[in-house]
């Protein structure tokens, strides 16, 4: 730890030994606590989590370049101080790695005899007695951290280089499709079909985070454009004949927003087309057989929305011939109230509609499912909203299928 030169480090200031012949080490106080702390609320916003990352993956780089392994990188090694004032980038608190109980020297990683480190966070390869340690085995622990940042809990822990990677939109489904192939990169059982240096990481981590950022910043722009050209069709429409208005939104004023392919659009208030992921999704989320369908999820933040305590609102739109296939498994709502399931008619199908009340910040939720069976697939809609007014029929109002979604443009199911 002395001679580990790094900012993103917990240091050793000092050695000593008292006069009754205990020995100490003089180590700076961290104020701001544990990431294992903050992850307690549930998942990180995309952005934060990534920018911890890329820190986190800095001083695990610093430490092999002083040729140290940690071997026990977790969320309760990752500590916080204060960011001080005037405050960094993104107002973020300094990242600093600590505990370098288990670390051993590279030049021995080789002949580990016993397997130690944390379930869930080291790769299959350090829970061998035996198993060769190099420093892909903390890339792998960079991974499953920010697995767990992402998706409010650790990986499931490896025990066989034969396992399948983990995806983390496996447990948080609306995950920007880069996203999920950088965290299963780092978790691949195989150490060869990972990352090889903690630094390598850290360029892919920045080079993601600038990507969303552009993302993000194109979107906000072109939502800025469609609400605008949106408004002056929508009024010229109402202008040109008085039976424009069963094309409008469900209100005058709201935006419609689609998925990648067009097939799916859902007018809702401006407020929550702030983002816009639509990308589509994956029916396994529901219990059903995985696979790659037409979706699309909108909020005013993407990184927020998915906490269920949040006070943030927004809705998913998802179809899949999937949901033909089975009885989905819907989200549980354990600390709301169960409003008696009823029946509406969406798109010219019936669908019941489960709606969970009183989650705490005024927060509900609707969960609705329908079958087109005519055509082949079915839809999964989940509108969370924030206040007493209840907004579920007018969005189900404003949902669209378009004429090319197909059995087959819905996906097969299966991956």
């Given at each position: 730890?002395?001679?580990?030169d790094?900012a993103?480090l917990?240091?050793?200031l000092?050695?000593?030994e008292?006069?009754d012949g205990?020995?100490y080490?003089v180590?700076?106080f961290i104020a701001g606590?544990a990431?294992a702390?903050r992850?307690?609320?549930?998942?990180?916003?995309?952005?934060d989590a990534?920018?911890i990352?890329a820190?986190?993956?800095?001083?695990?780089?610093?430490?092999?370049e002083?040729?140290?392994l940690h071997?026990?990188?977790?969320?309760s090694?990752v500590?916080?101080?204060?960011?001080?004032?005037?405050a960094?980038?993104?107002g973020r608190?300094?990242?600093?790695?600590?505990?370098?109980g288990l670390a051993k020297?590279?030049a021995?990683a080789?002949?580990?005899?016993?397997?130690?480190?944390?379930?869930?966070?080291?790769p299959?390869?350090?829970a061998?007695?035996?198993?060769?340690?190099?420093?892909?085995a903390?890339?792998?622990?960079i991974?499953?951290?920010?697995f767990h940042m992402?998706t409010?809990?650790?990986p499931?822990?490896?025990?066989?280089?034969s396992?399948r990677?983990?995806?983390?939109?496996?447990v948080?489904s609306?995950?920007?499709?880069?996203v999920?192939?950088?965290v299963?990169?780092?978790?691949?059982?195989d150490?060869r079909?990972?990352?090889?240096?903690?630094a390598?990481?850290?360029?892919?981590l920045?080079r993601?985070?600038?990507?969303l950022e552009?993302e993000?910043?194109?979107g906000?722009v072109?939502?800025?454009?469609?609400r605008?050209?949106?408004?002056?069709?929508s009024i010229?429409?109402?202008l040109a004949?008085?039976?424009?208005s069963a094309?409008?939104?469900a209100?005058f004023g709201?935006?419609r927003?689609?998925d990648?392919s067009g097939d799916l659009?859902?007018?809702?208030?401006?407020a929550?087309?702030g983002?816009l992921?639509?990308?589509?999704w994956?029916?396994s989320v529901l219990r059903?057989?995985a696979?790659?369908?037409p979706?699309?999820v909108?909020?005013?933040?993407l990184?927020?929305?998915?906490?269920?305590?949040s006070?943030?609102p927004?809705v998913?739109?998802?179809?899949?011939n999937?949901l033909?296939a089975?009885?989905?498994?819907?989200p549980?709502?354990?600390s709301?109230v169960?409003a008696p399931?009823?029946t509406?008619?969406?798109a010219?199908?019936?669908?019941?509609?489960?709606?969970?009340?009183?989650?705490?910040?005024?927060?509900?939720?609707?969960?609705v499912v329908?079958?087109?069976p005519?055509?082949?697939?079915?839809?999964?809609?989940?509108?969370?909203?924030v206040?007493?007014?209840?907004?579920?029929?007018e969005?189900?109002a404003?949902l669209?299928l378009?004429?090319?979604?197909?059995?087959?443009?819905a996906g097969d199911?299966y991956?």
């Amino acid at each position: 730890m002395r001679r580990a030169d790094s900012a993103l480090l917990v240091r050793v200031l000092d050695v000593g030994e008292l006069p009754d012949g205990r020995p100490y080490l003089v180590m700076p106080f961290i104020a701001g606590g544990a990431l294992a702390e903050r992850l307690a609320a549930g998942p990180l916003p995309v952005r934060d989590a990534l920018h911890i990352a890329a820190d986190i993956a800095r001083a695990i780089a610093a430490l092999h370049e002083a040729g140290v392994l940690h071997r026990d990188l977790k969320p309760s090694n990752v500590l916080f101080a204060p960011a001080p004032a005037p405050a960094p980038a993104f107002g973020r608190d300094r990242v600093l790695v600590a505990d370098l109980g288990l670390a051993k020297a590279l030049a021995n990683a080789s002949g580990f005899t016993i397997a130690a480190g944390t379930p869930g966070y080291m790769p299959p390869e350090q829970a061998t007695p035996g198993g060769g340690l190099d420093t892909r085995a903390d890339v792998y622990a960079i991974g499953a951290t920010l697995f767990h940042m992402l998706t409010g809990r650790p990986p499931e822990p490896v025990w066989s280089s034969s396992s399948r990677a983990r995806r983390p939109s496996q447990v948080r489904s609306e995950l920007p499709s880069m996203v999920d192939d950088v965290v299963s990169r780092a978790l691949q059982p195989d150490p060869r079909q990972r990352w090889d240096s903690a630094a390598a990481m850290v360029a892919e981590l920045e080079r993601l985070a600038a990507a969303l950022e552009r993302e993000s910043s194109r979107g906000r722009v072109l939502r800025w454009l469609g609400r605008t050209v949106g408004a002056v069709i929508s009024i010229a429409a109402v202008l040109a004949t008085t039976s424009a208005s069963a094309t409008l939104p469900a209100r005058f004023g709201w935006v419609r927003v689609h998925d990648a392919s067009g097939d799916l659009s859902v007018a809702v208030p401006p407020a929550w087309a702030g983002q816009l992921k639509d990308d589509g999704w994956n029916p396994s989320v529901l219990r059903l057989p995985a696979g790659h369908a037409p979706g699309l999820v909108a909020a005013p933040d993407l990184g927020v929305w998915p906490d269920p305590a949040s006070a943030m609102p927004g809705v998913f739109v998802g179809a899949s011939n999937a949901l033909l296939a089975g009885n989905p498994a819907l989200p549980s709502h354990p600390s709301c109230v169960a409003a008696p399931d009823r029946t509406v008619e969406v798109a010219g199908s019936p669908a019941r509609v489960t709606r969970w009340t009183s989650c705490g910040a005024a927060v509900s939720f609707s969960e609705v499912v329908f079958a087109v069976p005519h055509r082949g697939f079915g839809v999964y809609v989940q509108i969370k909203q924030v206040g007493e007014s209840d907004l579920t029929d007018e969005i189900l109002a404003g949902l669209r299928l378009s004429a090319s979604l197909t059995p087959q443009a819905a996906g097969d199911g299966y991956s």
